[in-house]
Each structure stands twice: as structure tokens, then as C-alpha cells.
């Protein structure tokens, strides 16, 4: 966003230079990205002098140049060989000494130097208006008024102006500082100044008639919404004040009267558009939704109107998409001599949906979908009617035209003191308190010892909060005044939010995918032929559709596995033996007559491993599963305390040979279960190698461990130890009588145990079975010593022969 200082310098007093305007402005939040000089004509006729032409003579060796002495001020003349008809002694002229640059009308800019032509010395230039930028006029010479001072520069005769032009990074939530004004306002706070406002027409001199009645169809897309009439106006290009204001901020003039609202934008920050009046069907101006028609905008496009699009129109249909873009039927022309001038204040959600969906982006709707201030039409409105007086000659004929069905309140919030010197840092005394908000427009109400509440401006969209109060404070007291404390810490007002439950599937879904798994997404619907030959399996739980439209999908999955299988199934006959798969999925049930829904995760992966030279070599293992899983609930936070989990083997089924359930200790609720799927499952969907199964209860997880926050400690500075054991015992005994025979043999020492591999088989006895456990020991008091570590597995091994009858295979 571009400002300029000489009309900055209009609303405030300012006299410091603009480089320290800039690093006010960029210290109180609103980023100066650079300072640019607006010239009216490149070059800003620099180095140019008026002179005066003391003798003119024939060139000896050409008829068509004059040999002149230019008086320039200096202490000789200029010999300058000149080849205009219309040069005389006698005469003021524009000189270009040696060295100056010169920036035509057309072409590229050059340097004068000091040259011989024909023969003879020429130092300079008599200028002619292509030659030096000021028209296109090239038949002669510039010929000045005798009145012009030699020596004077051309920028003064001509009063040029350089103007510094800031350009602000602009932040999205800083919508009301997209104007001089919303920029004045800020240096009126660290100035400690007034804002002077710009001259408007007078409210109560205005005539009593409403030609039109203003009809708002949404109050909340448009809150408020004004007008007038102003008859007489000329349209013709603007003056050269205008013009130039314009152009200093990048914006091309039009017309005097489109750019008299251009102006009022960029001063004061609201939207405004003119409508020729002629062309306005009927008595009344309707602000509604036009859903269906088809709107063709000025920039020639034509727009498929929707519900959501505020359109501002007249009986005949829609004229102008409003906050965005107006329609050529009802713009100003040439022949424009009554105008109907709007001024309104529109929902930024509805600007921004509409400019969004239809790809359409202007000053106004940029402006609009940040938040104006409705507190200001009148003063636009009147401003405007001015400008467009002064340089179009119009004269208002109605009132203030207006509607404003739904009142826009002030924000009300409360501020501890307290807080202000905790998140700041430093303890701002009450007083310099008051005034910092004072000056930002913010009143200060139920003052007390404590708190206060504040009361915010309507412009002020961005300042909702009791932080954003504090933040205000803080800019306009300075940032670098606030001391940096030895040790770098955070204070907060609010708690942080809970996990998003969408946000961790996404985390879980990328985490999956980075270990090469890939995802499903399969049918909800599946058939009952297979799963009533699994005992385990309650019809009557079952959800039915009514209207089946196929007897092989005719019922919602109680589960995810057999849709699992039948993607596995159908892969391994196309020759993908080796996968490895997940699926975020919904399982439905009937229970006391009602249907249930409850979201799982479901992991499947084949005994065959790709074979690629990039992989570790062999056919994965049950472990490897449960090593995925157990990943899973770190990443998850899950079970953080292995105190609440217990996990328990079970035994087969007709859905699994054998696997493990997790478990919460105190409620018993099952998070997940890891398991080997059972062979005649298999067999039904004919596949012929071993799968692995695993599967997270989602939303019982969600519900049981949102809240675990984990703990954190330093990482130990000591070495942890790994060690592994082989156990035969007998099928009843269960992981868990493991763990706990494990923690009652040594709690601080052994800080990890995993199991990783079961075998049941004809290499050990029928009614036994192996597990293969991985120990992780670690002393936080020093690094282990050979000797230490025998010791405590030694114990280990005794407890397990003693309490659980194992044999220990090595």
C-alpha cells in the first residue's frame, strides 16, 4: 500500500523527515517495505535553469543552426548551437547545461555533454517541451515570460514536486490502516498529535427530498447502506491536483467524478460508487441477492450470479456487484450529468466469498474484506460530494438517502492489569495506560483497581481480545523498550487448544505413508455369506439396507477386516503379493435398539516383503506389526504410562490364530488389538500366505487420552543397554504375568520391554509356546558395568524359571 507524505501531511502535522516517518511506522507494526520519490514528469526537470538568450547569430557552416550566447547565471555565457527557427536574442528560455539528464517524451533518457558542431562549441541545450518531458510540442523552442529570474530552476518555474512515497507491507488484520487516514491514526498515537479531517460539504445545508428508497433484502450482508443525488455535474478529465495525487499512489485518473472517489478511498479508507443517475430504473435502489441472473461487470466479464452475491440494482435488475465491481450500463459516461452516490458498509464474509469465487480483486473489495469503518459513510459520503463540486461543478439536490437495519456495536472487553504486565514484561504505569488507548480511539470504561473495559472502535475488526488490547499498548509503547530477561520464557492468557481429532489422523495417515504403507479406502458395504460361518460373528447386531441394491453388498461391516481382506484378496491374485496397507474406516452396529457408529484404524500387512535391494531381507513377522502399532500409540501420546495399559494375549478364534489386546487398566476399554489373521479366514478369501492384523479403536482412544499431556525429562547422559531373551512357557500364561513378574524384579532400571516375536509350532512341545522379549536397561546414576548387567538379568531369568515355570532356549 502506497502513501504519499505530502497528502499525509494534509490530515496530520508532521515536520520530521520521512525516514524517520518510515521507522515509526514500521516500529508500531505497520512495515515500511521502502520509500519511493513520485516525480509529475521523469527526472522532475532537475539540473534544468531558465536562461536568457544574450546574442543569436548565423552558424558559419550550416543555414539551419544559430550560434547563441545563453546568459545561465554564471559567471561567463553558454555557447550553445541551437537548430529551433524560433530562437531570438533577447528571449527566456529552458537551458540544459552540460551534464544534466534529460528525460523526453519519447524515447530514452540522455546526459548533455559538451560536443563541437559543425565546427563549432556547444555546452548545453535550449529546450523544447518533447525534449525535457512537459508535451509533445517539438515546432520550437520554450519560450519563458520576460518576468522569469535567469538562473532559476525549470522544477520551480513549473512547480514541480518530488513526492516521498511510502510503501507499507500491509498485514491482513490491519485492514483499517488501508488509508491516510487509518495511517494518520497511528501516528496520531505515537505522535501524541490530533488528526486534522478533510473539508466536507456541510450535513444541514443539505435539501430535504429522498428521490430514492433504499430496500436491503440481507440485513447481515449489508448493515448500512446511504446515498445522494448530485445534479449538474460536467464529466471531463480531472485537474492536474488530482490527477497527480492519483498517479503519486500508482492509480490511473478517469474522470473527474470516478476520481473523486478513487481519492475519498485512498484518503479515508471507504469504498465508494458513483451510478449515472439517468440510468437507474424506478424510485428505489435494491440491495439483494439476484441468484440466477448473469451480470456483466466493467471489466467487460460476464458473471453467473449466486445466492451468496450482494448485488446492488434497480428495477429493471442488478447494476453493480457491490464492494466489488460495477456494471458499464450504469457507470459513468461522458454524458453522466446526475449521479447517485453510494456509500455503504458490507459483511466482509460476503465480499470475500463473492471476490473469491468469482476470481474478481479491487481496491474496494480489498478494503471490504478486511472491514471498514461504519462509522464514517457520512463523512465519506460528504467528502466525496465536496471533491466532486469542486471539480465537477455538481451541487447535491436530496438528503442523506439511508437504511441501516442492523446497527453495528462497539466491542466490549475486559483487561486485567495484571495480564498487561505479565505479557508485556515491564509494568506500564496506569496513566501512560490510558493515554496509549485514548489515543487509539479506545475509551476506557468500570475502570477499577484491577481491570477496565475496554471499548473498541468498530474499524478496529482485528482487536477482539484481551491480548490484542495488550498488543495495542505494547506497539504504541515500544517494543524496543522492553528489556530482554536473562532466561527466554512465554507467558500466555489462554490455554492451548485440545488436539484436533482431524488434525491427528492427517499426523497418523503421513506417518504411515513415510513407512512405505499405502491407504484404502473401502466399501462400508459387504455381504454376510462369509461372516456367518465366523462364530464370533451376531447377525442380529447387523445394520440392513432396506433397498439392497445388490444381495453381495446388502449390510453395513461390523468390522474392517473382511472389507481389508477383500482388497488383499483381489491384490495378491493381480500379483501384488507383498503390501502392506492401512484404512481410517466406520464400523455400525445396532445395540438397545438404537445404531451405532465408532471409527477404527486398521493395519494390514502380508508375510511376503518386497524384495527390493533397498529392504531389509525375508518375510516380515508378527513383531513387525506390533512394532508399527506400538509406534503408532508413541506418536499418539497413548499409554504415555505403561501403568494404565495392560496388554493381554487371547486366544484363537475363528477370526485370529492368536494375538494381543491393549487395554486400559482402569476402565478396561480395548484400544487396539495385534494379531495373526486365522488361517480358514484366509482360506474363505483365498489367500495363502499369513496376514497380520492390527486395529485402533479411534474414538475410544480420542476420548480416553486427549487430555494426556506426556512428560517431559532431560535425555539421559548415560548409555542404555539392550538385551534379549527367549522364553518357552506354557500357552496359559500371559504376556502380562511377564511385565508384572518383570517390574517386581527391578521398576528403575528396566525401562523398556518389548515383545517381538511368538512362536507356536512343532519345534516346542504341543501345549507350549516361545516369546522372544527385547530389554532396554539404563541407570540414570552412571553407565552399567558388565557385571551390574548379569546381575539384574540373571535375577530376571530366575523370576521367570520360579514364578512362570519358562525355560530359557539360548
Known amino acids: 500500500m502506497k502513501i504519499a507524505l505530502s497528502w499525509l501531511k494534509e490530515l496530520i502535522e508532521l515536520d520530521q523527515p520521512v525516514e524517520d516517518i518510515a521507522a515509526m511506522l514500521t516500529a508500531s507494526g505497520l512495515e515500511v517495505e521502502g520509500i519511493q520519490h513520485y516525480e509529475q514528469i521523469p527526472g522532475g526537470l532537475n539540473g534544468l535553469v531558465v536562461g536568457e538568450v544574450i546574442t543569436c547569430e548565423q552558424h558559419p557552416g550550416a543555414d539551419r543552426l544559430k550560434k547563441t550566447q545563453v546568459n545561465v547565471g554564471g559567471v561567463q555565457p553558454l555557447s550553445i548551437i541551437c537548430g529551433a527557427p524560433n530562437v531570438q536574442k533577447g528571449q527566456k528560455v529552458i537551458v540544459a547545461p552540460v551534464g544534466t539528464t534529460l528525460y523526453p517524451e519519447s524515447g530514452e533518457p540522455f546526459k548533455i555533454k559538451k560536443a563541437k558542431i559543425r565546427g563549432e562549441l556547444s555546452e548545453g541545450m ?267 461543478g455538481g451541487k447535491v439536490v436530496s438528503a442523506i438517502m439511508e437504511q441501516h437495519p442492523k446497527p453495528i456495536s462497539h466491542q466490549k472487553i475486559k483487561v486485567k492489569y495484571r495480564n498487561i504486565d505479565r505479557l508485556i514484561g515491564v509494568a506500564i504505569p496506569k496513566e501512560q495506560i490510558h493515554a496509549i488507548l485514548t489515543l487509539l480511539d479506545i475509551k476506557l470504561e468500570e475502570d477499577s483497581l484491577e481491570s477496565f473495559v475496554a471499548d473498541v472502535p468498530p474499524y478496529r475488526c482485528d482487536v477482539t481480545r484481551e491480548a490484542d488490547i495488550i498488543e495495542e499498548i505494547l506497539r504504541i509503547y515500544g517494543y524496543d523498550r522492553i528489556p530482554l530477561s536473562k532466561v527466554l520464557n512465554t507467558s500466555y492468557i489462554s490455554t492451548f487448544p485440545e488436539p484436533y481429532p482431524v488434525d491427528m489422523q492427517y499426523e497418523i495417515t503421513q506417518f504411515l505413508a513415510a513407512r512405505g504403507m499405502k491407504e484404502i479406502i473401502t466399501n462400508s458395504l459387504t455381504h454376510e455369506r462369509i461372516l456367518n460361518t465366523i462364530s464370533e460373528y451376531n447377525s442380529d447386531r447387523s445394520v440392513q439396507i432396506l433397498n439392497r441394491l445388490s444381495e453381495d453388498h446388502h449390510v453395513l461391516r461390523q468390522n474392517l477386516l473382511p472389507s481389508g481382506l477383500e482388497v488383499l484378496s483381489y491384490n495378491i491374485k493381480h500379483k501384488q503379493s507383498h503390501l502392506s496397507l492401512f484404512e481410517f474406516g466406520t464400523i455400525y452396529a445396532t445395540q438397545d435398539n438404537k445404531y451405532v457408529e465408532e471409527n477404527k484404524l486398521a493395519l494390514y500387512l502380508t508375510e511376503q516383503r518386497s524384495s527390493s535391494w533397498n529392504e531389509v531381507q525375508g518375510n516380515n513377522q508378527f513383531h513387525d506389526m506390533l512394532a508399527t502399532f506400538n509406534l503408532i500409540l508413541q506418536k499418539l501420546n497413548w499409554g504415555k504410562d505403561s501403568s494404565a495399559m495392560i496388554m493381554q494375549e487371547f486366544e484363537a478364534s475363528d477370526y485370529f490364530e492368536f494375538g494381543i489386546s491393549f487395554r486400559h487398566k482402569n476402565t478396561g476399554v480395548e484400544w487396539g488389538k495385534v494379531a495373526h489373521v486365522a488361517t480358514k479366514l484366509l482360506s474363505a478369501y483365498k489367500i495363502e500366505q499369513p496376514i497380520f492384523y492390527a486395529e485402533l479403536a479411534w474414538d475410544k482412544g480420542l476420548e480416553l487420552n486427549l487430555k494426556n499431556k506426556g512428560v517431559y525429562q532431560p535425555i539421559s547422559k548415560y548409555p542404555a543397554v539392550n538385551r534379549d531373551l527367549s522364553l518357552v512357557i506354557d500357552r496359559h500364561v500371559t504376556y502380562q504375568q511377564i511385565e508384572e513378574v518383570t517390574r517386581k524384579v527391578e521398576r528403575k532400571l528396566i525401562k523398556q520391554i518389548q515383545l517381538f516375536d511368538v512362536y507356536i509350532g512343532e519345534k516346542i512341545a504341543e501345549n507350549k509356546k516361545a516369546y522372544a522379549l527385547h530389554f532396554v536397561l539404563q541407570d540414570e546414576q552412571g553407565t552399567f558395568t558388565d557385571k551390574k548387567i548379569d546381575k539384574l538379568m540373571n535375577k530376571l531369568i530366575h523370576a521367570f524359571e520360579k514364578e512362570l515355570g519358562a525355560l530359557i532356549r539360548t
Request: proline fraction near 4%; hydrophobic fraction near 35%; charge should be negative.
Open 126 to 392: 535550449i529546450c523544447a517541451e518533447d525534449e525535457i518531458g512537459l508535451g509533445h510540442d517539438h515546432d520550437g523552442i520554450i519560450e519563458l515570460n520576460d518576468s522569469e529570474p535567469v538562473g532559476k530552476l525549470a522544477a520551480e518555474v513549473y512547480h514541480m514536486q518530488a513526492d516521498p512515497i511510502i510503501e507499507i507491507g500491509l498485514t491482513p488484520n490491519r485492514g483499517d490502516a488501508a488509508s491516510h487516514l487509518g495511517v494518520a491514526r497511528d501516528l496520531k498515537a505515537i505522535l501524541n498529535t490530533e488528526i486534522k479531517f478533510p473539508k466536507c460539504l456541510d450535513k444541514n445545508g443539505l435539501a430535504a427530498k429522498n428521490p430514492y428508497q433504499i430496500q436491503i433484502e440481507n440485513e447481515d450482508a449489508c448493515p448500512q447502506y446511504c446515498g445522494l443525488l448530485i445534479e449538474g455535474v460536467q464529466v471531463e478529465s480531472s485537474p492536474d491536483w488530482l490527477k497527480h495525487r492519483l498517479q503519486s499512489i500508482g492509480l490511473a485518473p478517469i474522470n473527474n467524478v470516478v476520481d473523486a472517489t478513487n481519492y475519498v478511498l485512498h484518503e479515508l479508507g471507504q469504498p465508494l460508487h458513483a451510478f449515472d443517475a439517468d440510468q437507474i430504473q424506478g424510485e428505489t435502489i435494491f440491495i439483494q441477492s439476484y441468484q440466477g441472473h448473469k451480470f456483466k461487470a466493467l471489466d467487460g466479464k460476464q458473471y453467473e450470479l449466486q445466492d451468496s452475491d450482494i448485488m446492488i440494482g434497480d428495477a429493471k435488475g442488478p447494476m453493480c456487484m457491490a464492494g466489488i465491481i460495477g456494471g458499464p450500463d450504469s457507470g459513468i459516461t461522458d454524458q453522466t450529468t446526475r449521479i447517485f452516490l453510494e456509500c455503504a458498509y458490507f459483511s466482509a464474509d460476503y465480499i470475500r466469498k463473492s471476490a473469491t469465487k468469482h476470481g474478481i480483486k479491487t481496491d474496494a473489495s480489498f478494503r471490504y474484506e478486511r472491514g471498514t469503518d461504519p462509522e464514517i459513510l457520512h463523512q465519506a459520503l460528504l467528502r466525496a460530494a465536496f471533491i466532486i463540486s469542486e471539480v465537477a
